[in-house]
T-cell receptor, first 116, second 112 residues
Framework: AQSVTQLGSHVSVSEGALVLLRCNYS??????LFWYVQYPNQGLQLLLK??????LVKGINGFEAEFKKSETSFHLTKPSAHMSDAAEYFC??????????????FGSGTRLQVQP | NAGVTQTPKFRILKIGQSMTLQCTQD?????MYWYRQDPGMGLKLIYY???????DKGEVPNGYNVSRSTTEDFPLRLELAAPSQTSVYFC???????????FGQGTRLTVV
């Protein structure tokens, strides 16, 4: 069974400060890993994903994440926060495409506040 | 390109009423999913489908039913609404060659 743990349900940073959102996963097979963002009253939008290859993944809006197999982590970072980054962020894991089960298992989410 | 479309966006139901949440996608995706989102809980999988005519239960299927008669449509049925079904419901789809799922805008359901 897969699981995802996001440390910190709320994170507050100042505008221009580093954003670090933590995600640890558990999976019996090498997983695919995702970060989704949800703006108020909106659906989920894909920020970035790790499938294979380079472990440092760049996404939209200046976000990036690094897959660390030894630490079973996939933390999300952004060097400089912007007010528009305020949203809820979800880390998720799925099995690889060739295993048949693709449904996502989500973490509980981290709400990011950006202070002016 | 509409993507994944959910209707309605908002609904208030009385206890014991029934309703169908509609989901349609225009990307010819094989995989479709229904999730519910509760505060502080992330999203939980209710049902999923790997193609027309094939559905299976997810983590929290009790109180719900689904059907998949066409590739495009994946409706979610609540037969006897209960307050515990107050939630935001998201439909998603995924193609055979896609590694990620595409989400609809959600349906906010309140059962009173």
């Amino acid at each position: 069974a897969q699981s995802v743990t996001q440390l910190g349900s709320h994170v507050s940073v100042s505008e221009g400060a580093l954003v670090l959102l933590r995600c640890n996963y558990s999976s019996s097979v090498p997983p695919y890993l995702f970060w989704y963002v949800q703006y108020p009253n909106q659906g989920l939008q894909l920020l970035l994903k790790y499938t294979t290859g380079a472990t440092l993944v760049k996404g939209i809006n200046g976000f990036e994440a690094e897959f660390k197999k030894s630490e079973t982590s996939f933390h999300l970072t952004k060097p400089s926060a912007h007010m528009s980054d305020a949203a809820e962020y979800f880390c998720a894991v799925s099995d690889r495409m060739d295993t048949g089960r693709r449904a996502l298992t989500f973490g509980s989410g981290t709400r990011l506040q950006v202070q002016p | 390109n509409a993507g994944v479309t959910q209707t309605p966006k908002f609904r208030i139901l009385k206890i014991g009423q029934s309703m169908t949440l509609q989901c349609t996608q225009d990307m010819n995706h094989n995989y479709m999913y229904w999730y519910r989102q509760d505060p502080g809980m992330g999203l939980k999988l209710i049902y999923y489908s790997v193609g027309a005519g094939i559905t299976d239960k997810g983590e929290v299927p009790n109180g719900y039913n689904v059907s998949r008669s066409t590739t495009e449509d994946f409706p979610l049925r609540l037969e006897l609404a209960a307050p515990s079904q107050t939630s935001v419901y998201f439909c998603a789809s995924q193609g055979l060659k896609n590694t990620e799922a595409f989400f609809g805008q959600g349906t906010r359901l309140t059962v009173v």
